[in-house]
């Protein structure tokens, strides 16, 4: 039988032993192998999706032609396509990975539109357990999405059916943020009419949004720390304000004052981007990468992934009475039903198969030189063959006049 004991601190007068420096340690693994970071966009066309990427990272990481997009045929299924950065900031390096989801919700019938976008998720936890399985772990490829932003079309009413489905599939497999997008089309009262009504909505769903820690259980008579109440309070107005209502925009204009800011340009005034006045765009970019950007990212790893894990080495049938958008078998890798996927197999297989021809080819081409190769030996060797015998005859004619 063991026993704990707690040992008291340590009088100021006595020396350190050294055990408060693993926080420093820990600090400078960190900053030496840097992070990764993977952000999914999900939402219609023209909410300005790719605008808000550029102008959350301050700077260009997709170029944004919409004369090309709507010159292009509407395609039939929702793409995946990923855009890899590396963003450095005070010589700490963050990979980044920006999942786009184009196609989605364009089409007349949107049924299972959200199927590819929760295929994807689903395929990255399982790709992930795969490697984990493997006897050589040192490098994994991590792909797991730790926030899913969904934008919001800006119509003032309500969420249509296929926000409702889409946003209740994603929360169970990955941290959810809903968005309103182009929210200076809409007036300040109507933006707050029509928060409300999505917070009723999701409240009467049962949908799962990501929600910075609140440490309800901690006495405020307790609190001694002026951080840890500015923190809650922080965490608090970021809850308040969700969902948030942001404005996309790469372009500088003066505020006024002399002071150049991001912002969008009216005739009757500018509309600043980070100006919590007029939207919530300073709120959303601490909520995911200032502020709680660990907490996205160990969310998914201990919750959402152990979650999956579970759920698939159980290896039990999804019962009746069971949530039908939580997955408890494999994914069937759809990836490759992905236009954009697909074109690039159809490449490779076609590739591979004038490779297999030009070999083929080269091969028959081999294979008749030899032919002609031996046709000619065997030529040569007749005539030897006779030459031989002719000289052979020539020497018994020699022989015969010698006797």
Not at 10 to 18: D, E, K, M, W, Y
Not at 89 to 105: A, C, M, Q, R, S
Not at 311 to 317: D, F, I, P, S
Request: charged share 25%; hydrophobic share 35%; glycine share 4%.
């Amino acid at each position: 039988m063991t026993t704990s004991s707690t040992v008291a601190p340590a009088p100021a007068s006595q020396q350190f032993v050294g055990i408060s420096n693993l926080p420093n340690q820990r600090y400078k693994i960190v900053s030496e192998n840097g992070g990764h970071f993977t952000l999914m966009i999900c939402g219609e066309s023209g909410l300005g999706k790719t605008t808000f990427i550029n102008t959350l990272f301050q700077t260009t990481l997709k170029q944004s032609d919409p004369q090309r997009r709507h010159s292009q045929p509407i395609q039939k299924t929702v793409e995946i396509d990923i855009l890899r950065a590396e963003l450095v900031e005070k010589k700490f390096k963050l990979k980044v990975n920006v999942i786009d989801t184009p196609g989605f919700g364009d089409n007349v019938n949107n049924s299972k539109a959200w199927q590819p976008i929760v295929d994807f998720i689903d395929d990255q936890h399982d790709s992930f357990m795969r490697q984990e399985q493997q006897p050589f772990r040192d490098v994994k490829f991590d792909l797991r999405v730790h926030a899913v932003l969904y934008f919001i079309k800006p119509t003032g009413h309500g969420l249509k059916p296929i926000d409702i489905e889409t946003m209740k599939r994603i929360s169970t497999r990955a941290n959810l943020i809903p968005v309103i997008a182009k929210a200076d089309t809409l007036t300040s009262n109507e933006l707050q009419i029509f928060k409300n009504r999505i917070r009723q909505v999701i409240e009467a769903q049962e949908i799962r949004i990501f929600t910075p820690p609140l440490e309800s259980n901690v006495d405020s008579s307790d609190i001694t720390n002026n951080q840890d109440v500015a923190a809650i309070e922080h965490a608090r107005q970021l809850i308040e304000s969700m969902p948030f209502a942001i404005i996309g925009s790469t372009q500088k204009f003066d505020n006024g004052s002399g002071q150049l800011v991001l912002a969008r340009k009216y005739p009757w005034g500018l509309v600043e981007v980070e100006n919590d006045l007029h939207c919530d765009f300073r709120k959303l970019r601490s909520l995911v990468l200032r502020t709680y950007l660990l907490d996205l990212i160990l969310t998914t790893n201990e919750l959402h992934y152990e979650t999956y894990r579970r759920l698939r080495l159980e290896g039990n049938e999804n019962p009746n009475d069971a949530d039908p958008s939580i997955p408890l078998r494999a994914p069937l890798r759809k990836l490759s039903h992905n236009p954009k996927f697909k074109e690039e197999e159809n490449m490779l297989k076609k590739y591979f198969t004038d490779q297999v021809k030009a070999e083929e080819q080269r091969f028959r081409q081999w294979e008749q030189n030899i032919v002609n190769e031996r046709v000619k030996l065997n030529t040569d060797l007749e005539e030897l063959q006779n030459k031989i015998k002719k000289l052979e005859e020539q020497n018994k004619l020699l022989q015969s006049r010698k006797r």
